[in-house]
C-alpha cells in the first residue's frame, strides 16, 4: 500500500511538471548560444529536452545505450554555449559551453565506474581551475507498456547491486540515473530521475518505490554540476576519464561542461576541449531531435 502511495504521488507529480513544461524559458536564442535570467530557467528547458529525448527514444529504441547517446547529445545540441545573467552578475563564473564524447571503441571503457562520466571545469579566475568528474549508471525501466517488455510488473531489471557496490567502492558521489515511461490510455509520462548510488544500495529497491529518495536528473545537472559540486576532485581520475591514463580508463560516454566569465569568453581563455585524448573519444554526432536550435513545438509530454 505504501509503494502504490508513492507512485499515485510521483505520478501525480510527473504530470504537474508535465503540464509546467509548455513554454522555453529562455530570454534570448541563436544559433549555438542561450540566454537565461537564472539557473533555474535553464534547469526548466534542460527538463524539457530530457522529456522530448526520452519519448523520442520510445518510439524508436528503448535500450540504456542508445537513450544515454540520444540525451548527451541532445544537451549538447541544445545548449552548447549557455549565458547566466544572474550568476554573471553575482561573480561566478557565467557561461558554460558543452560537449558530448563517446567512445570510438567498443569496449574500450572502464566497466567499475558505470556508463556515463561528466567532466565538470569551472575558471575562477587568476588561472585558478577546478576540475571534477561525476561518474553515473544509468538504468532504464523494464515495462509491459506500450509492447516493449514482457514482464508482470515494472522494475528496473538490469540493475545489479554488486555492480552498484563497486561503483561505490570506485569513487566518491557515484549517482544512479533512471530512465522510465508511464502509459495510460492515450498520455504518456516520462521522466528521469537521479539518486546517489549509495542510497540505492542501502535501499535495495528496484522499482518506482526508490522515487521518494530521488530528483530530476535536470536539476542535478544545472544546480549540483554544473556548480561544482558533488563530484571526485581526484586527479588521477580525471585523468583517466579523459582518456590520458590508459586505454581502459575512459568511459562509455563523456559529457564536458566547461565554465568561464563572461571576460574570460570574450578573451577565448575557455578549456573546452582541453586534454580530451581524441585517439579515445570522438564527438557525437548530431542527436535525435534533429537540429541544434530550439525549436517550440517540441512540447515535453
Known amino acids: 500500500m505504501i509503494s502504490n502511495l508513492f507512485l499515485n504521488v510521483a505520478l501525480c507529480y510527473f504530470i504537474i ?39 523520442k527514444c520510445i518510439e524508436g529504441d528503448w535500450d540504456e545505450n ?27 563564473p557565467s557561461v558554460c559551453q558543452i560537449q558530448a564524447y563517446g567512445n570510438r571503441k567498443k569496449n574500450n571503457y572502464e566497466p567499475d565506474f558505470g556508463d556515463i562520466g561528466i567532466l565538470v571545469r569551472l575558471n575562477l579566475g587568476e588561472g585558478r ?14 515495462t509491459s507498456d506500450e509492447g516493449i517488455d514482457n514482464v508482470k510488473t515494472p522494475e528496473f531489471s538490469a540493475l545489479k547491486y554488486e555492480q552498484l557496490s563497486k561503483h561505490v567502492a570506485n569513487t566518491s558521489n557515484h549517482r544512479t540515473v533512471l530512465y522510465d515511461f508511464y502509459s495510460k490510455g492515450n498520455t504518456r509520462e516520462v521522466y528521469a530521475k537521479t539518486l546517489p548510488s549509495q542510497h540505492m544500495f542501502i535501499a535495495q529497491k528496484n522499482d518506482r518505490s ?12 544545472t544546480h549540483r554540476y554544473m556548480k561544482g559540486l558533488e563530484l571526485n576532485y581526484d586527479r588521477e581520475v580525471i ?6 591514463l590508459s586505454d581502459r580508463a575512459s568511459k562509455r560516454y563523456l559529457l564536458e561542461l ?10 577565448r581563455n575557455d578549456l573546452l576541449g ?17 537540429a541544434s536550435g530550439w525549436y517550440p513545438e517540441l512540447i515535453a509530454v
Do not use: W
Open 210 to 221: 526508490i522515487y521518494p529518495l530521488t530528483e530530476d536528473f535536470s536539476y542535478c545537472l
Open 239 to 244: 585523468d583517466g576519464f579523459k582518456g590520458n
Open 129 to 142: 581551475i577546478l576540475e571534477g568528474v561525476a561518474l553515473l549508471e544509468a538504468k532504464r525501466i523494464y
Open 66 to 92: 542508445y537513450i544515454t547517446r540520444s540525451l548527451l547529445s541532445n544537451i549538447r545540441d541544445y545548449f552548447s554555449q549557455v549565458h547566466l545573467n544572474e550568476d554573471e552578475k553575482q561573480g561566478k
Open 258 to 267: 566547461d565554465f568561464c566569465s563572461e571576460d574570460d569568453f570574450k578573451k
Open 17 to 55: 511538471v508535465g503540464t509546467m513544461l509548455q513554454e522555453p524559458k529562455h530570454k534570448e536564442r541563436t544559433e549555438g548560444r542561450v540566454l537565461y535570467e537564472t539557473r533555474d530557467d535553464l534547469t526548466h528547458d534542460m527538463g524539457k529536452i530530457i522529456y522530448a529525448t526520452l519519448d
Open 274 to 290: 582541453h586534454e580530451i585524448n581524441k585517439d579515445i573519444y570522438e564527438e557525437i554526432e548530431e542527436g535525435p531531435l534533429g
